[in-house]
């Protein structure tokens, strides 16, 4: 038996209230992605992943209401069971592959850009913890290269007979040297007192962007990233332009035992 005409009209309306309703919804979507994602006229992300618990998302992602720069940088759509926060932790573990591969080439081509730097001797790189970070603290770095995994500590020392003077240290050494009240000079003999002190990598999220700079942490999971680190002391600096010379400090034996001459690739 057919529905009576009047529900079969009732229930029209309500497909197409559905409809408009889930296009505004869309439109809207697409329109604060594009606010959020592009700036300048520029992408902003290097991928996006689409994620929800209906079929709304594959509708954004083949809908012409979402820029087209932005549905070239989808590389995932995943299925989620939760909405607000819950849903996020989702998407993120369902997606952890992905994210994962491309941190992985990311990685991979920032760290091969720094070898060719180095292959042709260029001036505008400087590498090894303390060589770098005297050139990132005048400001002088662009783009700072850091092993994840490093031990460094900064640590602020007032030196004896020089009230008001400070010296930065850089120290490996991890806890330990986090731990350190003094600090004695192998070269002068001479012992100041540490006045401050923080783990390297959680100073530089802190303090990269009052110092002009961009910071990228990276893994030693990839053949590059190993040599970066074991060849390079896994800190690098892309400067912003040719510096002066300064007197290195950097010694390849003294970050692990890896002989640039002799064995870097």
Partial sequence: RRPPRSTRKESSAASDVYKRQRHDY????????????ITDD?????????????????HLAES?????????????????????????????????????????VQEQRLISRFFQEVNVDSPKIVFGVEDTM????MSLVKTLVVWE????????????????????IYLRGGASALCARNYKDTKSGAEGEVVESASLNDWL??????????LQLVSDKS???FQF?????????FLKYAAPVLETTFNAKDEGGFDLEADFI
């Fill in 26 to 37: 869309l439109k809207k979507v697409a329109e604060t992605a594009k606010n959020i994602f």
């Fill in 42 to 58: 520029k992408v902003n992300v290097v991928g996006l992943i689409l994620a929800g618990s209906a079929d709304l998302k594959t």
């Fill in 64 to 104: 012409e209401m979402l820029d087209q720069r932005l549905a070239k940088k989808v590389i995932k759509i995943v299925d989620v069971s939760y909405g607000f926060g819950n849903g996020l932790s989702e998407a993120i573990r369902l997606s952890a592959g992905t994210l994962g591969s491309l941190k992985y």
């Fill in 134 to 137: 005297r050139m990132a603290e």
């Fill in 149 to 168: 995994g490093n031990d460094y500590a900064r640590l602020r020392v007032r030196m004896p007979g020089l009230s008001e003077a400070e010296n930065v």
């Fill in 205 to 214: 999220l802190e303090n990269h962007k009052r110092l002009g700079m961009e």
């Fill in 223 to 225: 053949q590059e990233g």
């Fill in 229 to 237: 680190v074991k060849g390079f002391g896994g800190c690098a600096g």
